[in-house]
């Protein structure tokens, strides 16, 4: 096998300099860093991670917490992320949360504990006190995108702006007998991300003048495609109190409640305008008006704060968290309209 004194030799340096090199352990000049990578990749030697940590006291890998990896804005999310891992030379170390209890709370108290790792980014996770505190006891960055709790930084788009805006929309259109397909939890967690969009848009209403118990109903679905076709088949199955519009939490449920109204036989957006929010990538397939975010984009720069905090950046200069959302965009296509 390859040792670092055969890199040294064939790269014409020391073995501490190649060391240095191929560990980040300290100063080596650009020059003679890509010498001792190009010699060590021409006679396969590969550095000990575990010996490169002991020298620089980082295990070059980042744990990511993540509710979901089955879908569409968390599979984005999750690339990204690891594109630009990758890119800064880390790992990944992936934990896909589950409901609270049992198994949730010993990724928290036991494998974050076990498995060595720089820095935490936490995906679209509400954060309870004893989870962010046992975070905290590992001494690493924490880096919230989107979710609830404490965090050394934290990433998000304005989710009530988001809410307000697509109603907004909807409203500007003439509709004015508008419902909301939540996400689960949305009324029980206010400052979670389903929470704030719905709280986005019971303030546009409110701004509309329109009382949201007279005129608008709500009701909690999965954020996914069949979740968002059984929420609308039991939102559209009553024709007498049936809205004329349809504000959904997620792309995934508009495409669901598009195919709902399909089998009930409702015109979109003829009868019934839908309006989603993502910029899913099927979104365009199924004319689908919506508010985009870019969620390869948030976990490049997820990455980017935890780098930051990694070098001591942040401490001079404002984070990317400094205090501006993430940006979003409406796209009108053809499933918003006039109500007939």
């Given at each position: 096998?390859?040792?670092?004194?055969?890199?040294?030799?064939?790269?014409?340096?020391?073995?501490?300099?190649?060391?240095?090199?191929?560990?980040?352990?300290?100063?080596?000049?650009?020059?003679?860093?890509?010498?001792?990578?190009?010699?060590?990749?021409?006679?396969?030697?590969?550095?000990?991670?575990?010996?490169?940590?002991?020298?620089t006291g980082r295990t070059?890998?980042?744990?990511?917490?993540?509710?979901?990896?089955?879908?569409?804005?968390?599979?984005?999310?999750?690339?990204?992320?690891?594109?630009?891992?990758?890119?800064?030379g880390y790992d990944l170390t992936?934990?896909?949360?589950?409901?609270?209890?049992?198994?949730?709370?010993?990724?928290?108290?036991?494998?974050?504990?076990?498995?060595?790792?720089?820095?935490?980014?936490?995906?679209?996770?509400?954060?309870?006190?004893?989870?962010?505190?046992?975070?905290?006891?590992?001494?690493?960055?924490?880096?919230?995108?989107?979710?609830?709790?404490?965090?050394?930084?934290?990433?998000?788009?304005?989710?009530?702006?988001?809410?307000?805006?697509?109603?907004?929309?909807?409203?500007?259109?003439?509709?004015?007998?508008?419902?909301?397909?939540?996400?689960?939890?949305?009324?029980?967690?206010?400052?979670?991300?389903?929470?704030?969009?719905?709280?986005?848009?019971?303030?546009?209403?409110?701004?509309?003048?329109?009382?949201?118990?007279?005129?608008?109903?709500?009701?909690?679905?999965?954020?996914?495609?069949?979740?968002?076709?059984?929420?609308?088949?039991?939102?559209?199955?009553?024709?007498?109190?049936?809205?004329?519009?349809?504000?959904?939490?997620?792309?995934?449920?508009?495409?669901?409640?598009?195919?709902?109204?399909?089998?009930?036989?409702?015109?979109?957006?003829?009868?019934?305008?839908?309006?989603?929010?993502?910029?899913?990538?099927?979104?365009?397939?199924?004319?689908?008006?919506?508010?985009?975010?870019?969620?390869?984009?948030?976990?490049?720069?997820?990455?980017?704060?935890?780098?930051?905090?990694?070098?001591?950046?942040?401490?001079?200069?404002?984070?990317?968290?400094?205090?501006?959302?993430?940006?979003?965009?409406?796209?009108?296509?053809?499933?918003?309209?006039?109500?007939?």
């Amino acid at each position: 096998m390859a040792a670092i004194g055969d890199v040294a030799r064939l790269a014409g340096v020391s073995k501490a300099t190649a060391s240095r090199a191929l560990s980040g352990g300290g100063y080596v000049a650009d020059d003679t860093r890509r010498r001792v990578e190009a010699a060590a990749k021409e006679i396969g030697y590969i550095a000990s991670p575990d010996a490169a940590s002991l020298v620089t006291g980082r295990t070059k890998n980042v744990g990511v917490i993540i509710p979901f990896v089955n879908r569409w804005f968390f599979g984005e999310v999750l690339e990204g992320i690891e594109r630009a891992l990758l890119s800064a030379g880390y790992d990944l170390t992936l934990y896909n949360l589950s409901e609270p209890g049992p198994d949730r709370a010993r990724v928290f108290d036991f494998f974050l504990a076990r498995k060595r790792v720089d820095a935490v980014i936490a995906v679209g996770v509400d954060l309870d006190d004893h989870e962010v505190a046992a975070l905290e006891k590992r001494e690493k960055p924490l880096v919230a995108l989107g979710g609830s709790g404490g965090a050394d930084a934290r990433l998000s788009v304005d989710d009530r702006a988001v809410g307000q805006l697509a109603t907004e929309h909807l409203l500007h259109l003439g509709h004015t007998r508008i419902a909301h397909l939540a996400g689960l939890g949305a009324r029980d967690l206010p400052l979670s991300v389903q929470g704030q969009r719905r709280q986005g848009f019971l303030d546009a209403l409110s701004a509309a003048g329109i009382p949201p118990e007279d005129r608008a109903v709500i009701l909690e679905a999965d954020v996914s495609l069949p979740g968002g076709y059984t929420g609308a088949l039991q939102l559209l199955g009553h024709p007498a109190a049936r809205p004329t519009a349809l504000f959904a939490a997620s792309d995934e449920m508009a495409i669901g409640a598009i195919r709902a109204a399909e089998k009930l036989g409702i015109d979109v957006p003829g009868d019934l305008s839908i309006i989603g929010v993502d910029g899913h990538e099927y979104a365009e397939m199924f004319e689908l008006t919506t508010i985009e975010q870019y969620p390869g984009e948030q976990g490049r720069l997820a990455v980017d704060v935890v780098m930051a905090l990694l070098l001591d950046e942040g401490a001079a200069d404002p984070l990317p968290d400094s205090g501006a959302p993430l940006p979003t965009r409406l796209v009108v296509r053809a499933t918003t309209s006039a109500p007939r």
